[in-house]
């Protein structure tokens, strides 16, 4: 049997049981017609992942009890992704490949020149879970709600290092910044057409913001994000 | 008027007369309403960017004039990227960023655990085309034809450098090859599952091929893709 695995919204410890929504019922009993004494592999975000045993299925709920847990949890480090919307198959992108690489927060913004207003929360948190779930994570980025740039940035921790994509630095010699070891960070990627000069303007002036170069071909919005995270990640995070 | 960008397999320089094949035609001139006047930028793979004007706007056909250079030629490192086909919609995906982030040769290649046995190579190829179009590139990247990886690494170029995403290296500390500038390289991105152990034993065994860690969250072959060519392009291509 392939490997089920399921993200639930409860504690994790050997001997927990653990009830299941509509949703979860349907789709291990429906979709993948689990029975009582079949196992799935759960994890919470913050204890590991956890294999456990089916002990109640119905068609409107059921109950899983945790065995053992079968593997560690593995948290990213402290990055954030800040993102401006883009049309919904790349948002969507964006969200999945953030959730695979590793971030632990997804903040869309609305910067000048981004064309949506709203974003469906909800359901781009549902991606994430699915991300998680498909690439055998244990941790979930939580979705954040869309928020200005400009409110962001007048409120921003000043210890939170930013990394963002300077598109007039193409041919630049720029070395990757470096930090001291555990400093939280966010890397802020702009939508198609890139920051408006004011925004360019006010993030240069932040001591914490580090401009990079992603090369001399444009990138679209969505490979940028995957391509400045995968450079945080190895130069900054957990890759080394 | 948005900036119309087309690629043309044609000779471009001062003067040239450009003919237009029907679907180009009925782009320009059906779909995007252009006349004889209007300009375009046209770029073959090899000379730089062209703006061109309309001279003849037809149903079938029509041609266009070349005036002026408007950005020089920008052609990747000598970078492949080979991969084993996945589901079509990621599939599509590797090929698009592959054109945007920079590379030569795209090559699809069947490994032990690949599913598919025939790509659409003419597809995959106007995908590319596309690609480039879209972002304001100037070279596209060659789609070859579905080789099997064995046979591949039979004729392979002793001075080709191959780096390939080993799996089972979570976790290890690896520092990124080097290189002379100049030397050929490929990327091997495996499918879902990865390569096989004969796969990776064969790999480790050529001298000329180097393993990279892409951290220790699972990636899905087409993040795997991307991310490789990412740090390939920072470290040893024209990112830098």
Known sequence: MANIRLFVDHALAAGQLIPLTREQAHYLFSVMRLGVGDTVTVFNGSDGAWSCAVVEAGKKGGSLMAEAQSAPQVTPPDVA?????????RTDFIV????????RQICPMQTDFTNSERIRQDRL????VEAAEQCGGTYVPEVMALQKMSTLLNGWD????ILFCDETLVDAQKAFPTA????????FIGPEGGFSEAERDRLRALP?????????RVLRADTAAVAALTLWQHHLGDWQ
């Open 81 to 89: 992704l800040y993102f401006a919307p883009i049309k919904k198959a």
């Open 96 to 103: 999945e490949k953030a959730a695979e690489l590793g971030v």
């Open 125 to 128: 948190q549902a991606h994430a």
């Open 158 to 161: 000043a210890a939170r290092q």
């Open 180 to 187: 001291t070891q555990g400093q939280p960070w966010a890397i």
């Open 208 to 216: 914490q913001a580090h401009p990079v170069s992603l090369g001399p």
